[in-house]
């Protein structure tokens, strides 16, 4: 499944009804990046220029100008000439033919010419949209463009006499999924699950972390999808660090191991977290502070509807750990008040949840005005809360201390309530051991 160029084509046409008549709207795609040397950094290109386009070179600029009232749109595509000798070396490029004729561009243009091209565009237009702040060196470019434009005010030419800011626009699109994204990224849910799945079924005590990565990056690759975020693979106490990606250690007999990995799959991502027992068995303690993560789990997930604002289900899962961590003796005194207190924090400092999409944290606000949003159908949202209990923790008995534990699903809002994109990998202990026992 891929999305077709009426796709792309049909998220133009919206933007062009957002941006109303006699603007222009201008959006660069991603520069490519160094990672050391002359060696690249595997291209991707931004995401919110690939939703628009579905081009993936780099160095690329999309530009759509409207007109008077009623009058139709046009598509402007400055990308990469053709060039013999770099497609030898580098590969096939579109070129300006396969601008207009694959990318359904009304006009194409060497990206060489844009600075020189844009001006004509941008004379005498109301409004100019583009993405503010994304790139100072863009920005300094569409500074003296404007400049360029306003310099042309005795022949009868000015620039736009306001400037807004597109991805305001863009994110809202983004953030709510159309039946064919929900496509692709249960796609990628189902890759990232059976990744997963591998995993639990591969590992053994004294394996490195970064050899359990790697089974993960077989069921990526093989599916063609490359990993959507670095991964964490955290054995015992490195699941404590929450941004762990070193994934150098081995993984010990009696330790849990925490894995949060998940691919990209046509430009869309997923992202889950499971925790299970390297030699396939809880112990008591680790058993008994998983189930208070995922019956957390299970009641934010549920709170994920319609309605409720996007914090809801934090609050849930938040009460639900507080609860657990007073009932095992980890906190003491009256829950409601640990909640107002955020005594918790000690043990479980991060949110609950992220917009997911083309990008893993992706894009769109999470409060209108003052208040945080509620959720819509279309919106995916990951529900993902945890407990960590510091190594040296001494304000709590030893048993429990380096125990890191984060179960994490990609839940779709839908009129019939949440749906669990990521549902394929297993998550309860007994559903883990079975699995694990072969
Ligand atoms: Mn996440």
């Given at each position: 499944m891929k999305l077709s160029q009426a796709d792309f084509k049909q998220r133009r046409n919206l933007l062009a009804q957002h941006i109303g008549s006699n603007s222009i709207a201008i959006i660069a795609t991603r520069a490519e990046m160094y990672r050391n040397r002359d060696a690249d950094y595997k291209y991707r290109a931004d995401s919110s220029f690939y939703y628009l386009t579905g081009f993936a070179e780099p160095e690329a600029v999309a530009v759509i100008e409207t007109f008077a009232e009623g009058e139709e749109y046009s598509y402007s595509l400055f990308c990469r000439e053709r060039n013999r000798e770099m497609e030898i070396w580098n590969g096939y490029r579109a070129g300006i033919d396969g601008a207009i004729e694959i990318y359904d561009a009304d006009e194409a243009y060497a990206i060489d010419l844009l600075d020189e091209e844009i001006i004509d565009k941008l004379l005498n237009k109301q409004r100019l949209y583009y993405r503010i702040g994304q790139n100072a060196e863009f920005d300094a470019r569409v500074s003296q463009w404007i400049q360029k434009a306003d310099a042309q005010q005795r022949r009868g030419g000015a620039a736009p006499a306001e400037m807004i800011q597109l991805d305001r626009i863009i994110d809202e699109m983004r953030l709510k999924k159309s039946a064919k994204e929900i496509e692709l990224m249960q796609i990628a849910s189902n890759i990232s699950a059976e990744a997963h799945t591998r995993a639990m079924q591969s590992v053994k005590p004294e394996m490195m972390e970064y050899a359990l990565e790697a089974e993960l990056n077989y069921i990526f690759g093989k599916n063609g999808c490359v990993p959507a975020y670095n991964s964490i693979v955290g054995g015992g106490e490195n699941?404590?660090?929450?941004?762990?990606?070193?994934?150098?250690k081995p993984l010990k007999d009696g330790d849990l191991v925490l894995i949060d990995a998940a691919c990209e799959y046509e430009f869309y991502a997923s992202d889950i977290t499971r925790t299970f027992p390297v030699n396939g068995k809880f112990s008591p303690e680790q058993k008994a502070l998983y189930n208070i993560v995922l019956d957390a789990q299970l009641a934010a997930i549920d709170a994920t509807r319609i309605g409720n604002h996007y914090k809801y289900p934090h609050e849930v899962a938040v009460k639900i750990l507080t609860q657990g961590l007073v009932d095992l003796g980890l906190l003491s005194g009256n829950v409601d008040e640990l909640v107002e207190s955020e005594a918790f924090r000690q043990f479980f400092m991060h949110g609950t949840g992220h917009w997911l999409g083309m990008d893993v944290h992706d894009v769109g606000a999470y409060k209108h005005g003052e208040d945080w949003r509620a959720y819509e159908a279309g919106m995916v949202v990951t529900v993902e809360p945890g407990l960590y209990v510091a190594p040296d923790d001494e304000t709590v008995d030893a048993k429990w201390r380096g125990i890191g534990i984060r179960i994490e699903d990609d839940v779709l809002v839908t009129e019939n309530g949440p749906l669990v994109l990521t549902k394929n990998v297993v998550k309860t202990v007994e559903e883990i051991e079975q699995l694990m026992a072969g």
């Open positions: 699941a404590c660090i929450l941004h762990y990606v070193e994934n150098n």
